[in-house]
């Protein structure tokens, strides 16, 4: 057993659905937080049910809901509520992302929270942020997407589409747990200062559409999306292989496009073609590149390819589909597969990205709805007779 994580101690409240909020706590909880999931009794989150694909659990649900407990209120009852603020009491953050004006609402907005919990860290993620056109609008991934420009950038001329991941939810979960645990930092410390903050998906996706924003601003150019390439540098792209296979190859300096020309391909003549000595040649005259790599490729396997890119210092990569990632040799011999308890039964998952030395994170189970009401309420100070009375009252599930 590795030793407490980084946020052992920190108690999190989360009022969340879908998949960016509850990405944030997740994250908080990977690194050792205690995740407190209040949802509500008639369902709870809604990505519970988008699917059945686990054992009848939902794979977006069981994706970002691991080590959390789930406590079952109705948030429009008055006696609901009144266990929300002793759970916030309690607490060191709450999370949420409902919809557009619903904290307002529960009287949970910033400003309220900072009246009645001065010591409560508040974290919201909402669609556009405050005080704009938009603002009022539901935001869902595909929407931002959309409304930033990200689709524009992805796919094929004429063809948009949306990046595969979900970018803007997970990018704004983890924007939104980097700010609690500085904010949380700056509290242990004793440091003044604000409370609360909240991030938008919409700049979150502005922030990630940066470089084609900076390049469109002071260019003039909107640059069309060219599916497995990029416009900003060539060659590097995907190329099909003797053996039915499909390699990505790419080279990010001169000096790389330099050895891929000599060593991979074998073609000094392309390495002193004057048209494409610098990027922004090689960008120019991208088709007759590709054409020269794409053959090279066809007459060569997929490891051959490989063993050569390596030998010359290129950068390399197979086309792997999903199926084939969960067999990856990569994620096995670095044992990066768990298995952890739901409802369903045990399931594999990955573990979180960051490798902290010493700490093993904890990969908690995922909750069934309303698992914990009754421990956490005792916790509270709630007799059995007390929460008897909540739940045939339908103020808790």
């Known amino acids: ?94 999370v949420s992302n409902l919809a557009p004006g619903a904290l307002a609402k529960l009287g949970l907005c910033a400003k309220d929270l900072a009246v009645r919990h001065p010591d409560l860290i508040a974290v919201e993620i909402d669609g556009y942020g405050p005080g704009g056109p938009l603002s009022h609008k539901r935001a869902y991934d595909l929407l931002v997407q959309a409304e930033s420009g990200a689709c524009a950038v992805t796919g094929r001329p004429g063809q948009p589409a949306k990046p595969g991941p979900p970018v803007a939810d997970v990018c704004s979960g983890l924007y939104a747990a980097l700010s609690a645990t500085a904010l949380l930092y700056a509290k242990g410390r004793g440091r003044a200062g604000p409370g609360s903050v909240s991030v938008s998906l919409f700049d979150t996706m502005a922030e990630l559409m940066g470089y084609p924003l900076t390049h469109t601003r002071h260019s003039g150019v909107e640059q069309q999306p060219l599916g497995m390439s990029s416009p900003a540098v060539a060659p590097y792209g995907a190329y099909s292989t003797a053996d039915g296979q499909t390699v990505v190859l790419g080279t990010t300096n001169d000096r790389e496009w330099d050895r891929l020309a000599r060593e991979l391909l074998g073609r000094p003549d392309l390495a002193d073609d004057d048209r494409f000595r610098g990027n922004a ?117």
């Open 1 to 94: 057993m590795g030793r407490e994580g980084p946020l052992a101690g920190i108690t999190v409240v989360a009022l969340e659905q879908a998949v960016s909020a509850p990405m944030c706590t997740r994250t908080l909880g990977d690194f050792g937080a205690r995740v407190i999931k209040v949802e509500n009794p008639r369902g709870g989150d809604f990505a519970r049910h988008y699917d059945e694909v686990v054992g009848g659990l939902a794979a977006h649900f069981v994706w970002a809901n691991r080590g959390k407990e789930s406590v079952a209120l109705d948030l429009k009852s008055r006696a609901g509520m009144r266990v929300l603020h002793r759970l916030l009491d309690r607490a060191d953050a709450l």
């Open 281 to 397: 040649g090689r960008v120019a005259h991208r088709a007759v590149l590709d054409a020269e790599i794409t053959a090279w490729c066809a007459r060569h396997d997929l490891a051959d390819v490989q063993d050569r890119a390596d030998a010359a210092g290129i950068g390399n990569a197979r086309y792997n589909t999903p199926s084939e990632v969960l067999a990856h040799p990569q994620l096995a011999a670095r044992d990066r597969w768990r298995e952890i308890d739901t409802p369903a039964g045990p399931v594999p998952a990955l573990l979180p990205p960051p490798v902290i030395d010493g700490f093993d994170p904890p990969m908690g189970a995922v909750p069934a709805l309303g698992q914990h009401t009754d421990a956490v309420l005792a916790e509270l100070g709630l007799s059995e007779g007390e929460i008897a009375g909540l739940r045939e009252r339908g103020a808790v599930g």
